[in-house]
């Protein structure tokens, strides 16, 4: 399937309604089009970067026919049971066969397929989602471990689901489209979920070539073991954040860190630390991560203190 490229959605602010939409699930994990032919599978990146070394655990030809195309979601499953990319990232880049069998027993990977786009030999992709789908679901997949996750008519509901769950979010198809390789169509929308929560400042780094300028904030979370670091937070802060929040941490400049856990050196470089007294809110991607995930600052809160982050 050369320089075959995965159909894209596009953003959305809200959940489309109605019949002609269906809704499913927004996979944290690792996008492949997946080609079975002559009795094996070749899996491809959303950039036509052949991964399939990767997996060997998801190379395994299902009984599909020659000449098949189908294009899922690679996923593994974090210490909570939830989708999570992280989880994959040792399993990523690997490629020495001994190792990669390793990490493939530590950390088992499953492959969502939620579309077909070539069955034996046949080109499906002018095809309406529907029959595609319906297709999808006569097939036989659990040689090969893949499975093809569930539908839904309802996307509200599935929408607070996932939010519910921590889950990455959830992508709305409508039933009447074709697959258009390689582009991002209205068609296809995506809505993924965005999370706030209230962090203390720890530390400001400056805009690059200046010093005085700030551009980010490291966050962290006080518990019983003291402020743990969160990650540095740079979206959400223009030139006017950026003036406000200068102003509040100026006379708060200490000579360490006030973090109890060690903070990556890429961060602490050019790191001006500070009390740890203020309180931020952050709007971040997902639940239950160590580290905010696309952290956006959105204000500070003046009505909390860092005790009551830890009494809430």
Known sequence: MPDLLPMLATPS???????????EVKWDGVRALTHVTGGSVTMTSRNANRITAAWPDLAVAPAVGDDTVVDGEIIALNERGVPDFRVLADRMHVRKPATVARLAERIPATYMVFDVLRLAG??????????R?????????????WQVPQDYDDGAMLFEATRAQGLEGIVSKRVGSAYRPGQRTPHWVKLPHRHRGSFVIG?????????????????GEPTADGLLYRGRVGSGIGPKQSRVLTELLADLSTATGP????????????TTWVEPVVVVDVDTHGVGYDRL???????VRTDLTPDDLVNR
Request: aromatic content about 6%.
């Open 13 to 23: 602010s809200h959940v489309p309604a109605g019949e002609e939409w269906r809704h």
């Open 122 to 131: 046949e080109d499906l992709c002018d095809l309406p989602l529907e029959e």
């Open 133 to 145: 789908r319906r297709r999808l679901a006569d097939l036989d997949l659990s040689r090969a471990g």
């Open 203 to 219: 530390g400001w780094r400056p805009q690059t070539g200046t010093a005085d300028r700030l551009a980010s904030l490291l966050v």
């Open 259 to 270: 973090f109890a856990d060690e903070v990556p050196r890429v961060d602490a470089a050019g």
């Open 293 to 299: 995930r696309q952290p956006s600052f959105q204000g």
